[in-house]
Nanobody, 119 residues
Framework: QVQFVESGGDLVQPGGSLRLSCAAS????????MSWYRQAPGKERELVAT????????NYADSVKGRFTISRDNAKNTVYLQMNSLKPEDTAVYYC????????????WGQGTPVTVSS
């Protein structure tokens, strides 16, 4: 059974940093690309960042490029999202998932972890 447990979200001031974690289980983590998505209030879920199985390639949404870094530890079945220089528009619930699909094509999501950027 595929499971994702996201953690690390918090209330942070603009300009601050957070590190999100996603522990995955139920599939061969090391063989799968992993992605982070987010959903802001009243908006559709969107792709934030993606990383290939061996960390050879990483891609980011334009809105977070240069501020966020995706990484993974295949020994721990965990994918991370380091978020720096946070802005109020980064406020959202953050989710991870395997692969790289339009959000509506996934049939399972974890509970997500909320990030609020506010002074």
């Amino acid at each position: 059974q595929v499971q994702f447990v996201e953690s690390g979200g918090d209330l942070v001031q603009p300009g601050g940093s957070l590190r999100l974690s996603c522990a995955a289980s139920g599939f061969t983590f090391s063989a799968n690309r992993m992605s982070w998505y987010r959903q802001a209030p009243g908006k559709e879920r969107e792709l934030v960042a993606t990383i290939t199985s061996a960390s050879g390639s990483r891609n980011y949404a334009d809105s977070v490029k240069g501020r966020f870094t995706i990484s993974r530890d295949n020994a721990k079945n965990t994918v991370y999202l380091q978020m720096n220089s946070l802005k109020p528009e980064d406020t959202a619930v953050y989710y991870c998932n395997r692969g790289l699909r339009p959000p509506l094509q996934y049939d399972y999501w974890g509970q997500g972890t909320p990030v609020t950027v506010s002074s």
